[in-house]
């Protein structure tokens, strides 16, 4: 700088300055815009990915879909293998309603070759690595607290599911209806108009049960509501103490199963289509279709095989549809067809009245053993497993019971509510004791009491009613919140054991997983997700803990909580995430001195903030 003026210098150094800034304007509204936008809009492309990647300190050079990022492997220190982030990308806010494996724009896009006439396009199709949102699904605006349960049943704000077209479609049949600032659901459906309630009891006369009551004494507890609409059937069938699993997919009748869920009900995104449903064999008492719109003679009679695989011996399939009491020539036909096909399937008619029949399974295999050789549908290859499900394709046969069930003529399980702590039959199974089994439920009753203590200064009786147990493993956790008034939904994973048929015959309900996925629900529609090792099984998988962190706060409700039970080297880990995710620890809890397990010792409550965004991210407590 010898022998120039200082004004020369001044005046070359702001000059200098002013670029380097215009420059890191420019970057910033170029990157700002594409991470807000469209980003989020080409469903998580490389830019979005790589920016939650670097934030997390993994290399953007490295192939994203091969292995998990060096930062989800617990126990690293800051500054080890990257930065651990203060905040994450917002997604575009058209992306509030986000379900990553039921998109139909990642089916556009990655161009895949589906049969749409088999619903192909509903049944899960999951994103590769590098085109998963690294990025926090925003509530639309104006959320709202959801109301509690049970005035939850009856109404929810319309600011929080803002799709009306399905009052206006179905105003004829008392579906839902818009008043003001909340949606109002009367109880109706399509061959129920004058209220669930009613349908109900009308299908527990035609049974001859006893007070009109479907339970049945506690003999009939669950249910599988195929084609469920927003799930008013299973609404009304839990004062009977029936628990049903309401089932539709994300359809032109959009948004179904996030209006069930935002009332409390369960409920799970699915479809009869080309994969077997993600339950057991024998898992339901009761199937039921209210004109649900199922090609039922499809595939020589797939779907309806599919029903029989999942439903007891002895269970029923009430069917309330046109084709049961219509008189026109195409009416007639299916009728005549589908009675031909149950009949093969060894079902009969326990009862048939106006606009509804009931068939009935057979108690044992004796039916089966005695049809003609060559009869169609075909009994089911002896090495064919009826309970795996993660992604297993539908087979056109028959699924014979076991020989205990056989030579018992039936599942031999105790009335509820007996049977929830009762030892299950099929325990034998997993070569599983009675003793063990009734160890496993003391020991999760003294670990949920446990947890109410943790919860109590941020919780009343009505604060939590959707409650997921992201490993239930025997389904101890569930089973010991039954004096809660909320239900849980029960994860198995996909490749331990399948243990979800232990947890169906304690009269529980739950779904096979794998969380390296995204779950099937859209986003907001848990109030608690309880993470036993949930994070140490992700990292054996070789998946990734970050993605994991983000799927918990997409699928659970502003102020909801999370317990993680796990190892301490986890629990610090997902610690340093809170401010990212806008979480905050309410308690933790060490049990290594009482804690009958290993490497899950340690428990973290964490309640998650609600926050708003209008192009950026809002506290709004």
């Known amino acids: 700088m010898r022998g120039r003026s200082d004004g020369g210098q001044k005046k070359r150094m702001i000059t200098s300055v002013c670029a380097v800034g215009g420059f890191l304007v420019l970057l910033y509204v170029y990157f700002g815009s594409h991470s807000q936008g469209e980003s989020a809009l080409e469903y998580g492309s490389r830019s979005l990915r790589k920016l939650g990647s670097s934030y997390l300190g993994g290399d953007e050079d490295a192939d994203l879909g091969g292995k998990q990022d060096e930062s989800g492997k617990f126990g690293l220190e800051d500054g080890e293998d990257g930065i651990i982030p203060k905040s994450f990308p917002v997604c575009d806010d ?86 003001g600032e909340k949606i109002v659901f009367p109880g109706g459906g399509t061959h129920f108009h004058y209220g669930a309630d009613k349908y109900i009891a009308s299908l527990a006369d035609m049974l001859n049960f006893s007070n009109s009551n479907l339970s049945n004494d506690g003999k009939l507890r669950t249910v599988l509501d195929v084609g469920c609409g927003v799930a008013s059937f299973g609404a009304y069938l839990l004062s009977s103490d029936i628990i049903a699993m309401s089932l539709a997919p994300n359809d032109v009748h959009q948004n179904q199963i996030q209006f069930a869920l935002e009332r409390g009900i369960p409920a799970y995104l699915g479809v009869l289509g080309t994969k077997r449903l993600p339950y057991p064999s024998r898992s339901f008492e009761l199937a039921h279709c209210s004109r649900c719109r199922i090609d039922w003679l499809q595939r020589d009679g797939i779907l309806l095989l599919e029903l029989d695989r999942v439903l007891r011996p002895g269970g029923y399939f009430a069917y309330s549809s046109p084709e049961a009491y219509a008189q026109d020539e195409e009416d007639l036909r299916i009728w005549k067809e589908m ?283």
């Open 339 to 621: 009675s031909a096909l149950v009949e093969r399937m060894c079902w009969k008619i326990a009862a048939k009245k106006n606009q509804t029949v009931i068939w009935v399974k057979p108690l044992s295999n004796d039916c089966y053993l005695e049809r003609e050789p060559g009869t169609q549908p075909p009994l089911c290859r002896a090495d064919d497993d009826p309970d795996a499900v993660w992604g297993v394709s539908m087979e056109p046969c028959i699924t014979t019971y076991s020989d205990h069930d056989h030579r018992t003529g039936g599942s031999g399980l105790a009335p509820w509510p007996r049977r929830l702590t009762a030892p299950p039959p099929r325990l034998a199974d997993f070569g599983y004791s009675n003793d063990m089994f009734e160890k496993d439920t003391e020991l999760w009753r003294r670990r949920v009491d446990s947890y109410w203590n943790l919860l109590s200064p941020k919780i009343t009786s009505d604060s939590l009613r959707n409650v997921m147990d992201m490993k239930a493993n025997l389904g101890s956790f569930g089973a010991a919140l039954k004096e809660k008034d909320v239900w849980v939904m029960n994860v198995v994973p996909e490749d331990g054991p399948n243990t979800l048929k232990l947890v169906y015959d304690r009269g529980l309900i739950g779904t096979v997983h794998s969380w390296c996925e995204a779950f099937s629900t859209y986003p907001r529609t848990y109030d608690l997700l309880h993470a036993w090792t949930a994070f140490s099984d992700v990292e054996k998988k070789g998946c990734s803990a970050e993605d994991l962190l983000l799927e918990m706060d997409r699928i659970l409700r502003p102020t909801g909580f999370i317990i993680i039970r796990d190892r301490q080297l986890v629990i610090e880990f997902v610690k340093k995430y809170l401010q990212a995710l806008h979480w905050e620890a309410v308690a933790t809890a060490d049990h290594s001195s009482d804690s009958d397990q290993d490497g899950d010792d340690f428990v973290l409550v964490i309640q998650k903030k609600l926050w708003l965004t209008s192009e950026s991210v809002k506290e709004s407590e």
């Open 94 to 179: 058209r992306h509030s309603e986000l379900i990553p494996c039921l998109d139909r724009n990642l089916i556009y896009q990655m161009r895949l070759k589906l049969d749409l006439a088999l619903m192909e396009h509903y049944e899960r199709h999951c994103p590769p690595a590098e085109r998963r949102f690294n990025c926090l699904i925003p509530p639309p605006s104006g959320y709202k607290i959801p109301i509690k349960w049970p005035k939850s049943r009856d109404q929810v704000w319309k600011a929080n599911i803002p799709h009306t077209h399905l009052a206006h479609e179905k105003s004829d049949q008392n579906w839902m209806v818009v008043k």
